[in-house]
């Protein structure tokens, strides 16, 4: 799995538009681009995931640049409940993929 | 709520002790696997089951070893704990043990073990 960086912490306010940053400049073609989530004392959770496309879905959205360089994961309208710490992991899939490498994240705090 | 459940929820053993902890894969996952969580750190691969094999191991030593049942659930055990083995411990299912683009795993909500 390629390697990503991220912002070690990240502030938001309630009811504003979370941009959380992630760096995969090694990138390979057939890699995809994963984010989870982890609130406090639970397992990591499923956000969204894409390979070129921009996408969306009922939690966020996915900005991958041109180049697959880099990715913003957006929250639309942050809430209280969107505070955790925010994994990219830049991935493959098909035969043999059977883990998620995990980095340290970002942790994002939704501001009241 | 992803339906993958671990038990127990705590543990504490003291070093030198063996432990057990225990998966419940999502209704129709056949594929377990179980990841390391230090405090402060992401998740680390341990091992993955899929169909009561091993199928691929991480950075682990032998001492960490695993089981998956015929109804696919699954234990983690550890022997000869040593204090870095303080973490919380996960377990993910998924439906197929390589991954197509649009499968994901899921994980239970883990297992803190205290090595003390």
């Known amino acids: 799995d390629a390697k990503t960086t991220q912002p070690t912490s990240m502030d938001c306010a309630e009811g504003r538009a979370a941009n959380l940053p992630c760096n995969h400049s090694?990138?390979?073609?057939?890699?995809?681009v994963y984010w989870y989530r982890q609130i406090h004392s639970q397992g990591p959770q499923y956000i969204i995931h894409?390979?070129?496309n921009n996408e969306t879905n009922e939690m966020a959205s996915l900005i991958i640049t041109e180049d697959r360089k880099s990715s913003t994961l957006i929250l639309p309208h942050a809430t209280l409940r969107d505070t955790a710490v925010y994994y990219c992991?830049?991935?493959?899939?098909?035969?043999?993929?059977?883990?998620?490498?995990f980095g340290k994240g970002t942790k994002l705090s939704v501001i009241p | 709520e992803t339906g993958v459940t671990q038990s127990p929820t705590h543990l504490i053993k003291t070093r030198g002790q063996q432990v057990t902890l225990r998966c419940s894969s999502q209704?129709?996952?056949?594929?377990v696997s179980w990841y390391q969580q230090a405090l402060g750190q992401g998740p680390q691969f341990i091992f993955q089951?899929?169909?009561?094999?091993?199928?691929g191991r991480g950075n682990f030593p032998p001492r960490f070893s695993g089981l998956q049942f015929p109804n696919y659930s699954s234990e983690l055990n550890v022997n000869a704990l040593e204090l870095d083995d303080s973490a919380l411990y996960l377990c993910?299912?998924?439906?197929?043990?390589?991954?197509?683009?649009?499968?994901?795993?899921?994980f239970g909500p883990g297992t803190r073990l205290t090595v003390l």
């Open positions: 894409g390979l070129k």
């Open positions: 089951y899929y169909r009561e094999e091993e199928n």
């Open positions: 090694t990138i390979s073609g057939n890699e995809y």
């Open positions: 993910a299912s998924s439906p197929r043990p390589d991954r197509g683009p649009a499968d994901t795993q899921y």
């Open positions: 209704s129709g996952h056949n594929t």
């Open positions: 992991i830049a991935s493959y899939s098909g035969a043999g993929s059977y883990q998620l490498t």
